[in-house]
């Protein structure tokens, strides 16, 4: 049998759905009507922790980018956090002409790290 204190505390994973949230200027009422969900509840995972049902988990990482990887499996090798999920999404927008000044900023930074 579970004890109270194994339960999972949602806090941080609902303080990344509302950084998430912000940084696409999107509101509770509006991420509340993409997912039909009340704002009301949207609000309480965020700033209470309530843990959300599987299916506004599911659709909140979807419709936000983020990723679970980090609240659900910390030690993972595969982890890719949320804004490496966020960052690939903006990069899938971009032209090839784009990604090769990505390319080079990337190169740069990894360069600059060795000296």
């Not at 999972?8 to 303080?15: A, N, V």
Request: glycine share 4%; charged share 35%.
């Amino acid at each position: 049998m579970r004890k109270k204190e194994d339960k999972y505390d949602f806090k941080k994973f609902g303080f990344a759905i509302k950084e998430a949230r912000i940084k696409q200027n999107l509101t509770r009422e509006q991420v509340g009507s993409m997912i039909e969900i009340d704002p009301r509840y949207l609000t309480n995972i965020e700033n209470k922790g309530q843990h959300p049902s599987i299916q506004v988990l599911y659709d909140l990482v979807t419709l936000l980018n983020v990723s679970v990887d980090e609240f659900f499996l910390p030690d993972s090798d595969r982890k890719k956090n949320t804004r490496r999920r966020q960052l690939e999404k903006q990069l899938d927008s971009l032209t090839d002409k784009d990604l090769i000044i990505i390319e080079s900023v990337t190169d740069g930074i990894i360069k600059s790290k060795k000296l």
